[in-house]
């Protein structure tokens, strides 16, 4: 039962830490301002609010999101817009954040002799319903408020890569996380950053296989300490050295930040392509050798992002890119 003491020590709270005040489930519905037969079946249902769909990952293989509804996407907008983004991530994150983006994440390792790179596996199913909940609870809104929210942001049991909640949400519950590998690579003089799955350690003398093996397993134990399911990708664990080429999400940051040859190549190719032969013919072409099933406007867009992509790194390179690129006729 609220009484009047603990409604102001509740408020207080809350608004400490530039949080909306929530009382019940109905207040939360109210400050949305979904009507009320939406709001309490999708939180009686919300898994059947999301469609699935399969996008193309950038190394081979299919990547499986699950788009939220009109209903719930709005509510989520809220949810992020009025409290998650209310609290900072920590510093380290780069991934997800306003203002943020892959080259804060590679900046920090450009010219550094040694790499370690490596992955947590099944990022977004591996944070729990039960981290979610705890995270709004320690927010200080009560059991009932935390675990609508919760319900709201999840689905079967976790988060959901689709929903606009989740990646924020991620940062959040990894706040701690970073903190930690921050302090324990600054004491070595290493440099730490994360953008999601992705865990970059840098250092210009050498990691040795004991240092790796010493970091693989302070990350695990640190994983630990979010919940059981996350767990490293020990395949994609490596060390890169002097001499190999450094690629950090999608960066070259051998010397300088820089973009991949590979990228490169493959945009000048597409372009080549596209005006010898006419878009209609290229797509079909490109989708037979790479087994895809792309449309003429996916195919755009796809290219336009590898585009895009080049110009945060190097815009005078993405230039020429973008002029051959709006001069391609499209209709051919």
Avoid at 175 to 184: A, M, P, S, V
Avoid at 195 to 204: E, K, L, P, Q
Avoid at 288 to 300: P, V
Wanted: charge should be positive.
């Amino acid at each position: 039962m609220w009484t009047k003491e603990s409604i102001k020590i509740y408020e207080r709270q809350l608004e400490s830490n530039r949080l909306p005040v929530i009382f019940n489930i109905e207040h939360l519905r109210r400050l949305i301002g979904v009507e009320k037969k939406y709001f309490y079946k999708l939180t009686n249902s919300v898994d059947a609010s999301y469609i699935s769909r399969f996008i193309d990952k950038r190394n081979g293989g299919k990547r499986k999101l699950l788009i939220p509804g009109f209903n719930l996407k709005l509510i989520q907008t809220w949810i992020l817009h009025n409290i998650l983004y209310t609290q900072p991530v920590f510093t380290s994150a780069t991934g997800f954040i306003k203002q943020k983006s892959i080259i804060d994440n590679a900046t920090p390792h450009i010219g550094k002799k040694y790499i370690f790179k490596t992955d947590i596996s099944d990022f977004f199913p591996s944070i729990k319903f039960k981290n979610v909940f705890l995270l709004f609870l320690n927010f200080g809104y009560t059991k009932e408020v935390s675990n609508v929210l919760a319900i709201l942001c999840t689905y079967e049991g976790y988060l959901p890569q689709g929903a606009p909640t989740s990646p924020y949400l991620s940062n959040l519950i990894f706040r701690d996380f970073d903190k930690k590998l921050e302090n324990i690579c600054s004491l070595s003089e290493y440099k730490y950053t994360r953008y999601a799955d992705d865990i970059t350690i840098s250092s210009n003398e050498k990691i040795s296989s004991i240092e790796v093996d010493y970091l693989s397993k302070t990350i695990e134990q640190s994983l630990q300490t979010i919940n059981n399911f996350l767990k490293l990708n020990l395949d994609k664990t490596t060390v890169l050295r002097p001499g190999q080429r450094k690629i950090i999400t999608g960066v070259l940051v051998n010397e300088t930040l820089n973009v991949p040859k590979k990228i490169l190549s493959e945009i000048r190719l597409e372009i080549y392509c596209l005006q010898k032969y006419g878009a209609s013919n290229r797509i079909e072409a490109y989708n037979q050798k790479h087994n895809t099933n792309l449309d003429k406007y996916s195919y755009r867009q796809k290219l336009y992002g590898k585009i895009c992509f080049v110009n945060m790194i190097n815009p005078k390179k993405a230039e020429k890119f973008y002029e051959q690129f709006y001069d391609i006729n499209w209709i051919k």
